[in-house]
């Protein structure tokens, strides 16, 4: 019995944890709310943990649609510099 608990915590040991098994791909807030934890003896109420991760769930989309906005205008304010800056360019050029 002593040595099949052994073997079950050294492979336990040699696997990453699951932070840092993903930490390549950002969450999306659909992974935050499918997460399932385990439910022990005397666990963690699994309503209040939904709850929590919904709440997470929601403001990470905020974050991330925030994020997109930012982008999209930080391309357009750089394009728009392009285009002064061509134009300066062409009109410093002729005279």
């Known amino acids: 019995m002593r040595d ?3 073997r079950l915590v050294s492979r336990r040991e040699d696997r990453p944890p699951l932070a840092e098994a993903n930490q390549k791909h950002p969450l999306r ?3 935050i709310r499918d997460r399932c934890f ?3 003896r005397r666990g963690l109420d699994p309503v209040e943990i939904r709850a929590f991760l919904h709440r997470v769930a929601d403001e990470l989309t ?3 649609t925030a994020l997109v906005a930012v982008q999209e205008e930080n391309v357009r304010i750089k394009n728009a ?3 002064w800056q061509s134009a300066q360019s062409a009109n410093h050029r002729y005279r």
């Open 29 to 31: 807030p659909w992974q």
């Open 81 to 83: 510099l392009r285009a």
């Open 38 to 40: 385990n439910v022990r």
């Open 4 to 6: 099949l608990i052994r």
């Open 62 to 64: 905020v974050a991330q």
